[in-house]
C-alpha cells in the first residue's frame, strides 16, 4: 500500500508535466485523492493509500496531508513543493487512469461533484453544506459507491481487477489485441 504524500508527489508530477489550464491547487489535490482512494477500493478492494478522509466543508481531506499543502493555498503546488513520489508501477499507471479522467476538472468543480456523492454526505450526516466537519468518510462507504459506479465499465466475464490488468496490458505494448489479452485472462480462470 502507498503512502498518501507519494499519490499526492504522482498529482503534482503529472499535472505539472501536463498542459493545464488550472494548476494542481491543494483544493484539487484534495479531491483527486479520495477519487483515486474511491475507485482503488472499487477496483481491487483495498485502499491505494493509508490515510484517513473526512467529510469537510469543502469536500473531502485526507486529513494528515492538509498541513503539508496548505502553505500553498490557492496557487499550483510544484514539484518541489511536493517531493519525489515512491510508487510500484501499478500505483502509478492508476493513479494517471485517475488523473486522465478528473483533470478536466477544477478544484471547484470537484467539489461541487463530491458534494453530491453519497460518502461524503453520508459522513456529513445532513450537516448544513458550509458547517465545519471532521467526521471519517468511511472506506466501507465510498468502495460501495465506486463500484456501483463502476459496474457498467466491466469487461463481460472478468472480475473488476482482471479487467484493469488487461486494459494496462494492452496499453503496454501491440504485442496483443484485445481480444487476445482478455481470452489468456478469462483461459486463466478456469
Not at 45 to 70: D, Q
Not at 122 to 130: F, I, K, M, T, V
Not at 168 to 184: I, L, T, Y
Request: proline fraction near 6%; aromatic fraction near 10%.
Amino acid at each position: 500500500m502507498a503512502a498518501a504524500i507519494d499519490v499526492a508527489r504522482q498529482f503534482v508530477r503529472l499535472a505539472w508535466h501536463n498542459e493545464e489550464p488550472e494548476g494542481l491547487t491543494h483544493m484539487r489535490l484534495q479531491k483527486l485523492l479520495y477519487y483515486a482512494q474511491g475507485w482503488h477500493l472499487a477496483a481491487f478492494g483495498r485502499p491505494l493509500f493509508v490515510g484517513r478522509l473526512e467529510a469537510w466543508k469543502h469536500g473531502p481531506v485526507v486529513k494528515e496531508l492538509y498541513s503539508t499543502f496548505k502553505d500553498c493555498g490557492a496557487r499550483s503546488i510544484s514539484p518541489d513543493d511536493a517531493g519525489e513520489p515512491t510508487l510500484s508501477d501499478q500505483d502509478a499507471a492508476f493513479i494517471r487512469s485517475v488523473w486522465e479522467e478528473y483533470k478536466p476538472h477544477s478544484a471547484a468543480g470537484l467539489r461541487t461533484m463530491t458534494h453530491q456523492e453519497s460518502p461524503w454526505l453520508e459522513a456529513r450526516g445532513g450537516l448544513p453544506e458550509d458547517a465545519k466537519c471532521d467526521r471519517e468518510i468511511s472506506p466501507a462507504s465510498m468502495q460501495s459507491y465506486f463500484a456501483e459506479r463502476m459496474q457498467g465499465s466491466l469487461i463481460p466475464g472478468l472480475s473488476v481487477e482482471e479487467s484493469y490488468d488487461a486494459v494496462e496490458a494492452v496499453k503496454r505494448g501491440p504485442r496483443h489485441s484485445h481480444r487476445e489479452v482478455f481470452d489468456q485472462l478469462r483461459g486463466s480462470r478456469v
